[in-house]
């Protein structure tokens, strides 16, 4: 199957609630959204001008995955992936939305990213060469680039409404909303990241970290929100690959970026279009991604 890529939509008759890095949130009614995972890759921070084909796709469908996976740990949003199988006013689209929509249950979201990190990279990294800690968690010296923690850290940051999120301590997360729904937050981002990982470890990939959201559903009930566990809200790293004392390649950007390294570019919007074959080589490493991770082909 060769679905046409999208890199933006504009769907008429509902309205448009968010546009998103890479995904288009729509109001669907009262109850629920539609969330729409397009082809957009960005890298540096910035969108690029070329589409990723199957990016949606996969996205789509790994989130799905997650989202069954985990159920037992939590409840989520998703309401229903096929559709078909979505109301009217969406199955007008299908064309367009096909393997790349969810419609989920509107929650009351949380303003906090729910990050947790089980290896020592990024911005963890540079905390900890500075302070020996990562976001106030005391961690062992002498720990190389890349790391494997002891266990895995609950490191909250704000949700941003522009620019970056800004690491946030555990105290703070209390102050905006209180003891109890922290300690919820924490101890089921811990939970499903452990599970999470343990299983995709045995499959190939190694998750270092990843970002989940959490809403109050109409009834109060803790969701899942958002996307799950995917190269977009976490660092996916081939397993066989990994080396600590280094950075490791990027499961699914690292050809973008090697590329994007090669040109005379700053960083700063506009970023440049990348060659077809270097897209291509990166639709293959998503698949491969939802090959390994699922043991099913897309
Ligand atoms: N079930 C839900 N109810 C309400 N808001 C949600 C739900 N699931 C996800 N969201 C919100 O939808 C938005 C999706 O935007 P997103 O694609 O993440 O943009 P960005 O690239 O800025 O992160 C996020 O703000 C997220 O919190
Ligand atoms: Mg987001």
């Not at 060469?129 to 002498?142: A, F, I, Y």
């Not at 790391?147 to 909250?156: D, G, N, S």
């Not at 698949?287 to 082909?297: I, P, S, V």
Request: hydrophobic residues 40%; contains cysteine; negative net charge.
């Amino acid at each position: 199957m060769t679905a046409a890529t999208v890199l933006q939509t504009s769907l008429s008759d509902l309205k448009l609630a968010r546009r998103g890095k890479v995904r288009d949130v729509y109001e669907v009614d009262d109850d629920s959204l539609l969330i729409v995972a397009t082809d957009r890759i960005s890298a540096f921070d910035c969108i690029l001008p070329t589409p990723i084909e199957r990016k949606g796709e996969v996205l789509t469908a790994l989130s799905e995955f997650w989202f069954e996976k985990l159920q037992h740990v939590v409840a989520n949003h998703l309401i229903e992936s096929d559709v078909d199988k979505m109301p009217p006013v969406v199955q007008r689209h299908a064309q367009t939305l096909k393997g790349r929509a969810m419609l989920v249950r509107r929650a009351d979201v949380f303003p906090v990213e729910c990050v947790v990190r089980g290896y020592l990279v990024g911005s963890g990294w540079k905390d900890y060469l500075r302070t020996g800690s990562v976001c106030g968690h005391k961690l062992p010296e002498g720990l190389p680039e890349s790391a494997k923690l002891p266990e895995a850290i609950f490191t909250p940051s704000t949700k941003a409404e522009q620019g970056h999120d800004e690491n946030i301590t555990e105290d703070q997360v209390r102050e905006l909303i209180g003891e109890e729904k922290t300690a919820l937050l924490r101890d089921t981002s811990l939970r499903l990241f452990s599970e999470a990982h343990d299983y995709a470890r045995q499959r190939g990939i190694i998750i270092a970290d990843t970002k989940f959201e959490f809403g109050l559903g109409k009834d109060g009930q803790l969701l899942l929100v958002d996307e799950v566990l995917t190269p977009d809200s976490s660092r996916f790293w081939p397993a066989d690959e990994y080396e600590p004392g280094r950075s490791q390649p990027s499961f699914d950007k690292q050809f973008v970026r090697d590329y994007l390294e090669t040109l005379n570019w700053d960083k700063k919007p506009p970023a440049p279009a990348i060659p077809s074959e270097i897209a291509a080589a990166t639709t293959a490493r998503y698949l491969e991604a939802y090959r390994l991770l699922t043991g099913k082909e897309l």
